[in-house]
């Protein structure tokens, strides 16, 4: 059998459950082996097994190291100008979030800096994010917009998030929040600049194919559920899909409104209530979490992970990289914190930045496990258990990181 490359002596997480599997969840083999063509994984499990390769293959002994999937951040903001160090000082003194975005901050300040910056000094300010994800195993990211709030800058943000993938081997996934806050100039009007997403912007972005996904900030200082399911409604209409920022600061219903519209996640969640919980299991929406998002606001309202794991609701976890609520560029440390302040499981944690995080994105039969047929993405660990990329702070065990099989 052809393979352009093989990795052997490998201990593999495939994320695929596997009867007799010390680890179900994990799918762990413990002699394994990858094989890859033409980017896509050909054989992946006990290298007994595996077929006889061409001996022009090139081998790769890991020496028994773990090989997981790529890393998946399922969640970002990550293109965007500037920084709000100035309000983490504000609330490090007692001023709450909500304070600060109606009193002209928040997301408004990043705003006015990514308005004023072209899309190469946005390339260039982003560049330095993604390096530090990718250098954790990081083989696929979403990106929103967001921080535009006009069709220009939004534009611009999009057009610089598809480049990134140009400068480095990643696969970027796109998504349009233009529902991200209500823009200067629609003070109190919030149903006008609905207005102009749904009959400019959405089109606009499916037209020129700068995004696959079009996302919504739910939530009493943002948009209502009325005029995110007048967005979602339209987004269909346009072949894209949604996912939606619910629940996170008051109970709006956004999980159940997420699912009305069969959302690929809904993300935050804090304040969902169990009739939420059962409509995102019954619509197949996975709950994303953000726990970086809860630390760094030192919120307190945990989001409801027993009625998830109840409910059989998948659950993703990423790090909403944002300069505002969220200054992280570590997958790894985002798992410890869903872990440490969500009692999540080591497994839900990996399954979470891997399987569950493709699910978030649509892209699970693509990516997020090791399975014959997908990406060859693989992230290469230089530990002894698993655990250990949930367990550590501050400590990056990547051996090597595989995109598309190079």
Not at 79 to 107: K, N, P, S, W
Not at 127 to 140: C, I, M, N, S, V
Request: proline fraction near 5%; charged fraction near 20%; include cysteine.
């Amino acid at each position: 059998m052809h393979a352009d490359r093989i990795w052997r002596n490998a201990r593999l997480a495939t994320f695929k459950p596997q009867p007799g599997a010390s680890n179900d969840g994990v799918g762990a083999v413990e002699r394994g082996l990858v094989a890859a063509a033409a980017g896509r994984i050909l054989y992946c499990g006990e290298e007994s097994r595996a077929p006889e390769f061409s001996p022009t293959a090139e081998r790769i002994d890991c020496e028994g190291r773990w090989i997981t999937p790529g890393l998946i951040d399922c969640h970002t903001h990550l293109v965007y100008a500037g920084d709000r160090a100035a309000e983490f000082e504000q609330r490090l003194a007692g001023v709450t979030y909500e304070a600060i975005a109606r009193a002209g901050g928040g997301i408004a300040a990043s705003v006015r800096a990514t308005r004023a910056a072209s899309e190469e000094q946005l390339i260039a300010a982003t560049l330095p994010r993604l390096d530090a994800l990718l250098a954790e195993g990081l083989t696929t990211i979403e990106i929103k917009s967001g921080y535009g709030l006009e069709w220009p800058t939004e534009r611009r943000m999009l057009l610089a998030a598809g480049a990134l993938a140009a400068r480095r081997r990643v696969r970027v996934a796109r998504t349009f929040l233009g529902a991200h806050a209500l823009p200067p100039g629609f003070a109190g009007d919030a149903d006008a600049y609905v207005e102009q997403l749904c009959e400019d912007m959405i089109p606009r972005v499916a037209q020129e194919k700068l995004a696959e996904i079009v996302d919504a900030y739910c939530e009493r200082i943002a948009f209502s559920p009325a005029q995110v399911a007048r967005l979602f409604a339209v987004a269909k209409q346009h072949g894209l899909g949604v996912k939606l920022h619910a629940d996170q600061l008051s109970d709006l219903g956004g999980a159940a409104l997420a699912a009305q519209f069969k959302a690929l996640s809904a993300d935050h969640l804090e304040y969902t209530n169990e009739a939420g919980v059962a409509a995102l299991a019954a619509a197949g929406t996975t709950a994303v979490l953000l726990p970086a998002a809860f630390y760094f606001l030192r919120e307190t309202r945990l989001p409801p992970v027993d009625l998830l794991r109840q409910h059989r609701v998948p659950i993703a976890v990423a790090t909403d990289s944002n300069p505002g609520t969220a200054p992280i560029t570590s997958l790894l440390l985002a798992m410890n914190m869903a872990a440490t302040c969500f009692r999540l499981t080591v497994d839900e944690c990996l399954a979470g930045v891997t399987r569950e995080a493709a699910r978030a994105l649509g892209l699970l039969n693509e990516i997020g496990t090791l399975e014959v047929g997908k990406w060859c993405d693989l992230a290469v660990w230089d530990i002894d258990r698993p655990a250990e990329l949930v367990y550590r702070l501050g400590f990056n065990p990547l051996h090597a990181r595989v995109w598309r099989g190079q």
